[in-house]
Every structure is written in structure tokens, then in C-alpha cells.
């Protein structure tokens, strides 16, 4: 079921009786609500926050069409943006300038806010960087038999299963999962538990994002966990986005825009540095990422378009059930 929370961010310069603007919000509230009140002390401009999954917001969306209360679509991945691209309308040049072209809508209906890479987590006391392997590929060798962990309903691995089915083919993607399958992967619902599970020694490596390290590591300083980068190419190497769009309903559409250039400002951006648990890329150019991660530029995933993403989405979802990993 959707989580939905509401919390009125109050500006030093907001005030009168003035609406706040509605953001459904796919990102987690203990990440993105230091953002929003962020926003709302540099603008004035209050928000309230309907939190839940980024593919139920996205259904929610299209189920509600012209009668949406939301003003702002906040998602954690392209492809749930992508599936009501229909509805978000375009956002001016100068907030679509702020960043390369690859990570945004080709229409400019969305931007990418944010980056993560897919990185494969392992666990230090049982494995030297050598030893895991630098390609998903390999995941479905016996040496690894009932040894990975994978998320199949978080929003993150099937952006990651979308860009392998347009990298390789809906064919190969196909055995690939049903190899994985049969070699005992282990699932979880999200990267986090991934990472416990590979510190625990429940698992010894697993497919996340590569700022949940980071994050299990500022709880537990001593965890035997560490990213391993996938090479440049592999399917498994994709670098994603979260990103953020308005509703072409939006009755508020100024200070809408305005959110989502905010967050590619320069204070927006370095929110990312400076200051967010998840330690994800900036996107801006001339905002360096966090000390300690690969620079963004030196990323090279496989060579798809973002912005397909959306329209394949639901037979992603479709491939998943047909391979046993949702029901």
C-alpha cells in the first residue's frame, strides 16, 4: 500500500494563504524531506508530500488524469516518470540546460535530478576485489550458487533488467534471469537489506545502487562490505536518475517549475555533497561528486536512452513475472 504523509514546510519568507505545492514523492522520506524544507527556506514556497513507491505514485497519477491533486512528480527512477510522460508538461530550456542530454526526457518533460551507478556490494572478510566479478554475466555461474542477492520489485533493479533488454535483447535477458533463478539467487525488497544481508554473511555479494555501502557503513562502521565496479558497458554498470517532473494539470505550475529548477541550482545540486545521507551524483556540471566515489564522467554504462525507459517498463514487469521473480 502507498504511504502517503503530509508535512507543510514553513519558509522565512512564505506566508498569507497561498496553497502548497503537492510533490508525490517516490524518494524516501528520510532522504528527500531535508530537500524539500531546503526549497521552502530559499523560496517561500511550502510543500506537502504524498510519499509511497515510485510505480504506485506513477499509477496513481495516471488513474487520477486531469483530477490529480499533484503538482510535482518526484520519482526515484526513469522509467516510472517515463510511464506518464503523457501527462507532465515541458519544462523550459533553462532548467533542461542544466545537464547532459542523456539524463533527461527527449521532450523535455522530465530531468534527472540525481544519479546512481549499479555496483556489485561484497563482503570483505570472504572476498577480495578480484575475486567478485566485473560483469552481471557471471552471476549465474555455479561458483556463485545461492551466494547474490537482488531486489526484483524495487524500482532500481528493473530499470537495471530495462537497460539489459535494450542493451542485449529481450531474449537475452530472458535466460539471463532464468539462469539467475535457477542458480539460487536470494531476494530482498530493497538494496538496503541487500547490503545487511552481504555484511551479515547471509549472502557474500549483491546487485544495489552504490551509495547504500556508504549509508550501512555510517550505522555500522566495522561492516566487511565494499562496491565493486562493474565494467564499462556491462548491462550491469548502468548509471540511472532519479528525476522530477509537472503535471501538466498542475494548477500552480510557476512555482512547480520552480521546484524542479531548484533542484538542479547549484544549492539543490550540492545538496548531494554536502549534506544527503544517500551520496549520490550530482548532475550539474562543476559539482564534483562526493570524496571517495568514481567521477561521473569516468561511468560508462550500456549504451541505452533513458528515456525509453518509461514505455518498457511494463514488459519489464511482464519479463519479471514470466521468470519468477514477481507474482
Not at 70 to 96: E, I, K
Not at 273 to 287: K, N, Q, R, S
Given at each position: 500500500?502507498?504511504a502517503?504523509?503530509?508535512?507543510?514546510?514553513?519558509?522565512?519568507?512564505?506566508?498569507?494563504?497561498?496553497?502548497?505545492?503537492?510533490?508525490?514523492?517516490?524518494?524516501?522520506?528520510?532522504?528527500?524531506?531535508?530537500?524539500?524544507?531546503?526549497?521552502?527556506?530559499?523560496?517561500?514556497?511550502?510543500?506537502q508530500?504524498?510519499?509511497?513507491?515510485?510505480?504506485?505514485?506513477?499509477?496513481?497519477?495516471?488513474?487520477?488524469?486531469e483530477?490529480?491533486?499533484?503538482?510535482?512528480?518526484?520519482?526515484?527512477?526513469?522509467?516510472?516518470?517515463?510511464?506518464?510522460?503523457?501527462?507532465?508538461?515541458?519544462?523550459?530550456?533553462?532548467?533542461?540546460?542544466?545537464?547532459?542530454?542523456?539524463?533527461?526526457?527527449?521532450?523535455?518533460?522530465?530531468?534527472?535530478?540525481?544519479g546512481?551507478?549499479?555496483?556489485?556490494?561484497?563482503?570483505?572478510?570472504?572476498?577480495?576485489?578480484?575475486?567478485?566479478?566485473?560483469?552481471?554475466?557471471?552471476?549465474?555461474?555455479?561458483?556463485?550458487?545461492?551466494?547474490?542477492?537482488?531486489?526484483?520489485?524495487?524500482?532500481?533493479?528493473?530499470?537495471?533488467?530495462?537497460?539489459?533488454?535494450?542493451?542485449?535483447?529481450?531474449?537475452?535477458?530472458?535466460?539471463?534471469l532464468?539462469?539467475?533463478?535457477?542458480?539460487?539467487?536470494?531476494?530482498?525488497?530493497?538494496?538496503?537489506?541487500?547490503?545487511?544481508?552481504?555484511?551479515?554473511?547471509?549472502?557474500?555479494?549483491?546487485?544495489?545502487?552504490?551509495?547504500?555501502?556508504?549509508?550501512?557503513?555510517?550505522?555500522?562502521?566495522?561492516?566487511?562490505?565494499?562496491?565493486?565496479?562493474?565494467?564499462?558497458?556491462?548491462?550491469?554498470?548502468?548509471?540511472?536518475?532519479?528525476?522530477?517532473?509537472?503535471?501538466?494539470?498542475?494548477?500552480?505550475?510557476?512555482d512547480?517549475?520552480?521546484?524542479?529548477?531548484?533542484?538542479?541550482?547549484?544549492?539543490?545540486?550540492?545538496?548531494?555533497?554536502?549534506?544527503?545521507?544517500?551520496?549520490?551524483?550530482?548532475?550539474?556540471?562543476?559539482?564534483?561528486a562526493?570524496?571517495?566515489?568514481?567521477?561521473?564522467?569516468?561511468?560508462?554504462?550500456?549504451?541505452?536512452?533513458?528515456?525509453?525507459?518509461?514505455?518498457?517498463?511494463?514488459?519489464?514487469?511482464?519479463?519479471?513475472?514470466?521468470?519468477?521473480?514477481?507474482?
Open positions: 500500500m502507498v502517503v504523509a503530509a508535512a507543510a514546510l514553513l519558509g522565512a519568507c512564505g506566508g498569507g494563504d497561498k496553497q502548497a505545492l503537492t510533490i508525490y514523492s517516490g524518494r524516501e522520506e528520510e532522504i528527500v524531506a531535508p530537500l524539500f524544507a531546503k526549497f521552502t527556506a530559499a523560496t517561500g514556497i511550502e510543500v508530500v504524498r510519499y509511497g513507491d515510485s510505480a504506485e505514485l506513477a499509477a496513481s497519477i495516471a488513474e487520477e488524469g483530477n490529480s491533486p499533484a503538482d510535482v512528480f518526484f520519482a526515484q527512477d526513469p522509467g516510472s516518470l517515463g510511464a506518464v510522460r503523457n501527462l507532465l508538461a515541458p519544462l523550459p530550456p533553462a532548467t533542461l540546460d542544466r545537464i547532459d542530454a542523456g539524463f533527461r526526457d527527449a521532450e523535455g518533460r522530465w530531468v534527472g535530478t540525481s546512481r551507478a549499479r555496483v556489485i556490494v561484497y563482503n570483505t572478510d570472504r572476498l577480495q576485489e578480484a575475486d567478485v566479478p566485473d560483469t552481471v554475466a557471471a552471476l549465474t555461474d555455479p561458483a556463485w550458487k545461492g551466494r547474490v542477492g537482488v531486489a526484483p520489485t524495487n524500482a532500481s533493479f528493473q530499470a537495471f533488467v530495462t537497460g539489459m533488454r535494450l542493451a542485449l535483447g529481450d531474449a537475452a535477458a530472458r535466460a539471463w532464468t539462469a539467475l533463478r535457477a542458480n539460487g539467487v536470494k531476494t530482498y525488497e530493497k538494496n538496503a537489506p541487500i547490503v545487511e544481508a552481504v555484511a551479515a554473511g547471509e549472502i557474500d555479494i549483491g546487485l544495489v545502487n552504490h551509495y547504500y555501502v556508504p549509508l550501512v557503513k555510517a550505522e555500522q562502521p566495522d561492516a566487511p562490505i565494499a562496491n565493486r565496479f562493474l565494467r564499462a558497458g556491462d548491462p550491469g554498470a548502468l548509471v540511472s536518475v532519479a528525476g522530477a517532473g509537472v503535471l501538466a494539470t498542475s494548477g500552480q505550475a510557476e512547480a517549475t520552480a521546484f524542479v529548477g531548484w533542484l538542479l541550482s547549484d544549492e539543490g545540486q550540492r545538496f548531494y555533497v554536502d549534506e544527503a545521507a544517500e551520496t549520490e551524483y550530482p548532475l550539474v556540471a562543476g559539482i564534483p562526493k570524496a571517495g566515489l568514481r567521477p561521473l564522467a569516468e561511468m560508462r554504462g550500456p549504451a541505452v536512452d533513458l528515456t525509453s525507459f518509461g514505455p518498457e517498463l511494463s514488459r519489464t514487469v511482464e519479463l519479471l513475472r514470466e521468470t519468477g521473480f514477481l507474482t
